[in-house]
């Protein structure tokens, strides 16, 4: 199956005052944009919840996906589908019936999708992959943009890539967490085919031109250059 590569920048590492142009830097340039939801409890930090995904769903045509960094998703995750999110990712760690969770997410227009944090292993996950969407490998811990890729999280994604290819199925590999120019190239070799990017797309002098380079380069190493 040929896959061409999603670039997802995270507007975690975008001016918050300046959201809806701050998306629009990326309109076209970009295939999804990645909303990292933290709660200050599943992890320390905290950004933006639901009311602000609604209102900037209403400001931009570009899908969302949404990477929930919350405790009880099974409580809060559906709304974000509702809200018109195109992917809502959930973690493992939070998770007591991913299955479940999954399910109702389809139910409400949604791709599903799991996360898998820096000290979590992969393999208890591999049977849930018919259910699921996407699998969002971490590849630093979550919590906080800028912190330096960690390249020994990868054999999570050759696990999933390997378990994908000899059950033929269709699913999003997705890696989250140090991903720039000079680390995609890897990740996309692991088996990963969808990218997310902060500080690599919104710290760069022109956005768009980040994400270009940043395809180009994963394009390469899935073979589609
Ligand atoms: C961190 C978030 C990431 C973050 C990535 O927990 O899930 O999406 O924004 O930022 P960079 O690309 O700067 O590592
Ligand atoms: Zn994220």
Redesign the pocket.
């Known amino acids: 199956m040929e896959r061409s590569p999603i670039i997802a920048p995270?507007i975690?590492?975008s001016d918050f005052s300046r959201l809806a142009e701050e998306v629009h830097a990326i309109e076209g340039a970009a295939d999804w944009a990645?909303v990292?939801v933290m709660d200050n409890h599943f992890?320390p930090n905290l950004t933006i919840g639901l009311p602000v995904v609604q209102s900037l769903r209403k400001a931009t045509s570009i899908p969302f996906d949404v990477?929930l960094?919350i405790t009880d998703p099974q409580r809060w995750a559906p709304a974000y589908a509702e809200a018109g999110a195109y992917n809502v990712t959930f973690h493992a760690e939070a998770c007591d019936d991913p299955v479940a969770l999954a399910k109702t997410l389809r139910a409400a227009g949604a791709k599903a999708g799991l996360a898998i944090d820096r000290d979590t292993p992969v393999e208890p996950y591999l049977e849930l992959l018919p259910y699921l969407d996407t699998v969002l490998i971490?590849t630093?811990k979550?919590?906080?943009?800028?912190?330096a890729f960690m390249p020994e999280l990868l054999d999570k994604v050759r696990d999933v890539r390997r378990r994908a290819e000899v059950n033929q199925l269709e699913i999003r590999i997705e890696v989250?967490?140090?991903?720039a120019a000079d680390t995609i190239e890897q990740a996309a070799e692991a088996g990963a085919d969808a990218f997310?990017?902060?500080?690599?797309v919104y710290g760069a002098a022109d956005p768009a031109e980040a994400i270009r380079k940043l395809r180009a380069l994963a394009a390469a190493r899935m073979g589609l250059a």
């Open positions: 995270s975690l590492a990645h990292d992890v990477h960094m971490m630093i979550a919590g906080f943009g800028g912190q989250d967490g140090g991903i997310v990017a902060g500080t690599a």
